[in-house]
């Protein structure tokens, strides 16, 4: 597949599936094995596209308005990096990180690097920033005491 092709397939992924919850997606963009890396997933693990599914479908249960936008796209070869801002409110049905919903706002910035195979998403590797996310909620972080 083309590079541009490619840049389609990881713009679909978060613009299609990601923002408009559409869900049924993931089985035509998703490679059998897919690889998350990063953020809250174990490292490496294969996840199947029912996991993604209730990944995707928890998040927006706590963050219903949430919205991924591209702010630049890179790709070389079988790789596509996108720096996105993630917006949303936490005025869901369902708590995030163990924090029941808040009615705050939140901004974050991602970047997510896809490898695609053949069309679809072999492995993806996210960085986010939940502290910042966690303190847009309101959380408190207690270090550990002593040494």
């Known amino acids: 597949m083309s590079i541009e092709e490619n840049k389609a397939v990881a713009r679909r992924y978060f613009l299609e599936v990601w923002n408009e ?13 897919y690889v998350r890396m990063g953020g809250r997933q ?13 990944v995707i479908t928890r998040f927006k249960e706590a963050f219903p308005d949430a919205t991924f936008t591209i702010i630049d796209q ?3 070869g079988d790789t596509v990096v996108n720096r996105m801002r993630a917006t949303g409110t936490h005025k869901g049905t369902r708590e995030f ?16 690097i896809l490898v ?15 502290l910042g996310l966690l303190q847009q909620l ?4 207690q270090l550990p005491q002593g040494t």
């Open 74 to 76: 890179i790709a070389e």
């Open 138 to 141: 309101g959380a408190t972080i």
């Open 97 to 112: 990180m163990g924090i029941p919903p808040t009615g705050n706002s939140f901004e974050c910035d991602i970047i997510a």
């Open 21 to 33: 919850t559409n869900l049924d997606l993931i089985d035509e963009l998703l490679a059998p094995g």
């Open 42 to 54: 174990i490292y490496g693990a294969p996840i199947t596209p029912d996991v993604q599914k209730g």
């Open 116 to 130: 695609i195979r053949g069309g679809k998403i072999a492995s993806s590797m996210v960085s986010d920033d939940d």
